[in-house]
């Protein structure tokens, strides 16, 4: 229940129903409120309720007026609607009852006329059948009216045409109109090939071909007799004749083909006109090369080879200048030159096919095959423009059985001569070691002998055809890599105790020449194309983490990258323990100088002129014989690792062990500060312009022990005020700022307290 109060009276809400006291109460306490001095707004309220009532009243009348009138109306309507829905009913049965009498009348027609319809078709399908053995009998007759007449142009146009008939036909299941198209077809084929391969060979034989011998010992070919032009007219007309037969004799001719797991990539037949030219040439190379003939042997595919390479080199000139303006007259998009050399490496794809089997387990003769076939390839590509889409020896080399049996055998070879280049004499000595400008890396012979062979692998097989055996290749090279570290790996543990022996250095030039030629032949376009292989193929199979294939994807990694690490490592961890094996010398020799009498050293003043402290020669002097030695045995970018490593080792070694252990008068401050910045740094400045930068332990250690005695007491105060936390003067620099103003930015402000507390020379304070 809800109230509000009036006057002092309270009324009070009925929420459950609609209560008129309660909206009156509201709308007086709303209107008038509290306030007596407002009950003279009463007539005006009661005057506009009044009209408000009024304007009510006149609503409730219009509309008791208008809905009965509405409500008349709608069922009005609805009467008129289902009498017309009525009528319509009436008249759909009537309707349907007259379509299902028609139906009945007219089924007896509808089946005759089915079967007049069914007879027309037929007729129709007869006639056309009809049209079409008309139309190939009126072709067949036009080509003999044009061979009667001697039109053999015309005839084999027409042939030409009808052969296109039949391809349009292949789709038909009229086997037996089939069969008379393709007949009639091949018969007048026949006919026409016969007659113009015989012109044709006349006219070749009066041109001399095929050409045998080199080019200029051509009896004809190019060169022009008095009837070359009647010759020539003849050989550009019974081309193109030939050339209109080429669609029909794809109809009859089924291409030679190789077994299918030789993977050939799909090419058009050979020109029909290019096929009889290479008749003779055929002839040749299959009675050389087949059969008992003594140029047939298993040991010399140079032969066939060289042949072939021969015969292309030598019809070149005449392809180019005579056949291919035919071609290109005739509107035809076929390159001379490469149809020919197409076809006769077809030649020798089928003999490599057939002569593999026979050699594939004798090492000998395979590796001689592969050899000559790659030599073959290279000549192909770069001297006769051949192109890589189309049919080469690679594909007969990428079957299965004979890819396998090349992996093993390149691998095997390979093994054999790391084997030799190791064990040879001049395995650890450059080759260019007396050409200073040459010998830059100083790489043994043997690693420069490795990295050889893998570049010659690499122009093996880089002209395969597919990825995945390039890929398959690029394992092996991996393969080969590992095994070669190990047995550089093998032979420095050989020479651990001499790591500063020649045999040694000379290993840790191999490793860093290895390790930089890789990674040089990672920008390569050859194997970045692998690596984005390689990407293709492992997303497929999902054995590389995410990470990993986002590495290679983005190219920050490269497919040499475990190679370059595990070399890297190894390079690293010889470098160690070189520095390590100097390093050790330079502490023993560096002994007498801990013990020098740093506290009774005469002063600068003392002494007339500053000399090196005879406690420092002996390690100075090993420090100066060992950087020599090794700036002559190791290459300059190890070499240079190797003394910034070592710089960082003494600069700690005599900073914590020398320094920090002694303390130090004026005279022992400055023969210190003399030793290091006009003997110690000035060795390792032959390599750099500010050796004193490697050493900065010292030198900061120098600054701070020579300070002169106001510019120590101020520094010790603002180390000391700082250390206490004590706020600083208005003048006062910061610690850190007071010691870089000095040139002290590495040592720590608790190791320069350390120092200034070594000083001896600190004067009397009362303190």
């Given at each position: 229940m809800a109230s509000i109060a009036v006057g002092k009276k309270e009324v009070t809400r009925d929420l459950d129903h609609c209560d008129i006291p309660?909206?009156?109460?509201?709308?007086?306490?709303?209107?008038?409120?509290?306030?007596?001095?407002?009950?003279?707004?009463?007539?005006?309220?009661?005057?506009?309720?009044?009209?408000?009532?009024?304007?009510?009243?006149?609503?409730?009348?219009?509309?008791?007026?208008?809905?009965?009138k509405r409500i008349q109306n709608a069922l009005k309507n609805a009467e008129d609607s289902k009498k017309s829905l009525s009528q319509l009913l009436e008249e759909e049965a009537a309707l349907s009852e007259s379509i299902n009498r028609h139906l009945l009348e007219a089924e007896p027609w509808m089946e005759d006329l089915d079967v007049l319809i069914g007879q027309v078709e037929e007729i129709e399908r007869h006639l056309a059948y009809l049209q079409?053995?008309?139309?190939?009998?009126?072709?067949?007759?036009?080509?003999?009216?044009?061979?009667?007449?001697?039109?053999?142009?015309?005839?084999?146009?027409?042939?030409?045409?009808?052969?296109?008939?039949?391809?349009?036909?292949?789709?038909?299941?009229c086997s037996h109109l089939l069969a008379f198209v393709r007949s009639t077809v091949k018969f007048w084929h026949k006919i026409l090939k016969d007659k113009l391969t015989s012109d044709f060979e006349e006219v070749l034989t009066q041109l001399r071909w095929p050409f045998v011998g080199p080019p200029?010992?051509?009896?004809?070919?190019?060169?022009?007799?008095?009837?070359?032009?009647?010759?020539?007219?003849?050989?550009?007309?019974?081309?193109?004749?030939?050339?209109?037969?080429?669609?029909?004799?794809?109809?009859?001719?089924?291409?030679?083909?190789?077994?299918?797991?030789?993977?050939?990539?799909?090419?058009?037949?050979?020109?029909?006109?290019?096929?009889?030219?290479?008749?003779?040439?055929?002839?040749?190379?299959?009675?050389?090369?087949?059969?008992?003939?003594?140029?047939?042997?298993?040991n010399k595919p140079e032969w066939y080879l060289t042949q072939v390479l021969m015969?292309?080199?030598?019809?070149?000139?005449?392809?180019?200048?005579?056949?291919?303006?035919?071609?290109?007259?005739?509107?035809?998009?076929?390159?001379?030159?490469?149809e020919f050399s197409r076809a006769l490496v077809m030649l020798v794809l089928e003999k490599l096919a057939a002569d593999i089997p026979c050699l594939l387990y004798d090492d000998t003769l395979f590796c001689h095959l592969v050899d000559e076939v790659l030599l073959f390839e290279r000549e192909l590509y770069s001297v006769h423009?051949?192109?890589?889409?189309?049919?080469?020896?690679?594909?007969?080399?990428?079957?299965?059985?004979?890819?396998?049996r090349w992996l093993t055998v390149e691998k095997k070879f390979a093994l054999q001569k790391m084997d030799s280049m190791l064990s040879s004499e001049a395995a650890w000595v450059s080759q260019y070691k007396d050409i200073t400008d040459v010998d830059e890396m100083k790489v043994p012979d043997c690693a420069e002998t490795f990295m050889t062979l893998l570049l010659v692998i690499?122009?093996?097989?880089?002209?395969?055809?597919?990825?995945?055996?390039?890929?398959q290749f690029l394992g092996l090279q991996k393969e080969l890599v590992d095994d070669f570290r190990i047995r550089l790996t093998q032979v420095m543990k050989e020479e651990t105790r001499a790591s500063l022996g020649f045999r040694y250095c000379a290993i840790l030039n191999a490793v860093n020449y290895i390790a930089t030629v890789l990674a040089d032949w990672a920008d390569n376009v050859f194997f970045l194309q692998l690596q984005q292989a390689e990407l293709e193929v492992r997303a497929e199979s999902d054995s590389m983490s995410q990470l990993q294939l986002g590495q290679l994807a983005s190219m920050e990694s490269s497919v040499f990258d475990d190679m370059i690490n595990l070399?890297?490592?190894?390079?690293?961890?010889?470098?160690?323990?070189?520095?390590?094996?100097?390093?050790?010398?330079?502490?023993?020799?560096?002994?007498?100088?801990?013990?020098?009498?740093?506290?009774?050293?005469?002063?600068?003043?003392?002494?007339?002129?500053?000399?090196?402290?005879?406690?420092a020669c002996p390690m100075l002097q090993t420090l100066r014989d060992r950087l020599l030695q090794l700036e002559q045995q190791l290459c300059h970018s190890l070499f240079k690792i190797f003394w910034q490593m070592l710089a960082e080792k003494v600069d700690l070694h005599i900073y914590q062990e020398i320094i920090m252990a002694n303390?130090?008068?004026?005279?022992?401050?400055?023969?210190?500060?003399?030793?290091?910045?006009?003997?110690?740094?000035?060795?390792?400045?032959?390599?750099?312009?500010?050796?004193?930068?490697?050493?900065?332990?010292?030198?900061?250690?120098?600054?701070?022990?020579?300070?002169?005695?106001?510019?120590?007491?101020?520094?010790?105060?603002?180390?000391?005020?700082?250390?206490?936390?004590?706020?600083?003067?208005?003048?006062?620099?910061?610690?850190?700022?007071?010691?870089?103003?000095?040139?002290?930015?590495?040592?720590?402000?608790?190791?320069?307290?350390?120092?200034?507390?070594?000083?001896?020379?600190?004067?009397?304070?009362?303190?």
């Amino acid at each position: 229940m809800a109230s509000i109060a009036v006057g002092k009276k309270e009324v009070t809400r009925d929420l459950d129903h609609c209560d008129i006291p309660y909206y009156v109460s509201e709308f007086v306490e709303r209107e008038l409120g509290n306030d007596y001095d407002s009950l003279g707004k009463l007539d005006s309220l009661i005057e506009k309720l009044s009209e408000n009532k009024k304007h009510l009243e006149e609503q409730v009348l219009t509309v008791s007026s208008e809905v009965p009138k509405r409500i008349q109306n709608a069922l009005k309507n609805a009467e008129d609607s289902k009498k017309s829905l009525s009528q319509l009913l009436e008249e759909e049965a009537a309707l349907s009852e007259s379509i299902n009498r028609h139906l009945l009348e007219a089924e007896p027609w509808m089946e005759d006329l089915d079967v007049l319809i069914g007879q027309v078709e037929e007729i129709e399908r007869h006639l056309a059948y009809l049209q079409w053995i008309s139309r190939i009998e009126e072709l067949s007759d036009s080509i003999q009216q044009y061979l009667m007449t001697n039109n053999v142009p015309e005839a084999a146009s027409t042939l030409a045409f009808m052969a296109e008939l039949d391809i349009k036909l292949q789709d038909s299941s009229c086997s037996h109109l089939l069969a008379f198209v393709r007949s009639t077809v091949k018969f007048w084929h026949k006919i026409l090939k016969d007659k113009l391969t015989s012109d044709f060979e006349e006219v070749l034989t009066q041109l001399r071909w095929p050409f045998v011998g080199p080019p200029q010992s051509q009896a004809f070919g190019l060169a022009a007799p008095a009837n070359a032009p009647e010759v020539y007219s003849n050989l550009e007309m019974l081309f193109c004749q030939l050339l209109k037969l080429q669609t029909s004799d794809e109809l009859l001719t089924k291409p030679k083909q190789l077994p299918e797991k030789y993977p050939l990539p799909p090419s058009p037949p050979v020109i029909l006109p290019m096929q009889i030219m290479l008749n003779p040439l055929q002839k040749r190379f299959k009675y050389h090369f087949t059969g008992n003939k003594q140029t047939n042997v298993l040991n010399k595919p140079e032969w066939y080879l060289t042949q072939v390479l021969m015969w292309i080199g030598n019809h070149s000139k005449f392809l180019d200048d005579k056949i291919q303006p035919i071609l290109d007259k005739a509107g035809s998009s076929v390159n001379a030159g490469l149809e020919f050399s197409r076809a006769l490496v077809m030649l020798v794809l089928e003999k490599l096919a057939a002569d593999i089997p026979c050699l594939l387990y004798d090492d000998t003769l395979f590796c001689h095959l592969v050899d000559e076939v790659l030599l073959f390839e290279r000549e192909l590509y770069s001297v006769h423009g051949y192109l890589s889409s189309l049919p080469s020896c690679m594909h007969i080399l990428s079957e299965e059985s004979c890819f396998q049996r090349w992996l093993t055998v390149e691998k095997k070879f390979a093994l054999q001569k790391m084997d030799s280049m190791l064990s040879s004499e001049a395995a650890w000595v450059s080759q260019y070691k007396d050409i200073t400008d040459v010998d830059e890396m100083k790489v043994p012979d043997c690693a420069e002998t490795f990295m050889t062979l893998l570049l010659v692998i690499t122009d093996r097989y880089k002209n395969l055809p597919t990825a995945s055996r390039k890929l398959q290749f690029l394992g092996l090279q991996k393969e080969l890599v590992d095994d070669f570290r190990i047995r550089l790996t093998q032979v420095m543990k050989e020479e651990t105790r001499a790591s500063l022996g020649f045999r040694y250095c000379a290993i840790l030039n191999a490793v860093n020449y290895i390790a930089t030629v890789l990674a040089d032949w990672a920008d390569n376009v050859f194997f970045l194309q692998l690596q984005q292989a390689e990407l293709e193929v492992r997303a497929e199979s999902d054995s590389m983490s995410q990470l990993q294939l986002g590495q290679l994807a983005s190219m920050e990694s490269s497919v040499f990258d475990d190679m370059i690490n595990l070399l890297e490592r190894l390079k690293h961890d010889m470098l160690t323990r070189q520095v390590d094996h100097v390093f050790r010398e330079v502490k023993d020799a560096a002994k007498l100088y801990r013990k020098e009498r740093w506290l009774s050293l005469p002063s600068q003043a003392e002494q007339a002129v500053m000399s090196l402290s005879s406690a420092a020669c002996p390690m100075l002097q090993t420090l100066r014989d060992r950087l020599l030695q090794l700036e002559q045995q190791l290459c300059h970018s190890l070499f240079k690792i190797f003394w910034q490593m070592l710089a960082e080792k003494v600069d700690l070694h005599i900073y914590q062990e020398i320094i920090m252990a002694n303390h130090f008068n004026e005279g022992g401050a400055a023969q210190l500060h003399f030793d290091m910045s006009r003997n110690l740094f000035p060795l390792f400045s032959h390599y750099c312009k500010r050796p004193e930068n490697y050493f900065k332990h010292i030198k900061e250690a120098c600054i701070i022990l020579n300070l002169n005695i106001g510019s120590a007491l101020l520094l010790k105060d603002v180390l000391q005020s700082a250390s206490e936390n004590e706020p600083l003067k208005p003048s006062q620099p910061s610690a850190t700022a007071a010691l870089n103003e000095l040139g002290v930015y590495k040592l720590a402000q608790r190791d320069v307290e350390i120092l200034l507390s070594l000083r001896a020379n600190w004067p009397n304070t009362g303190k």
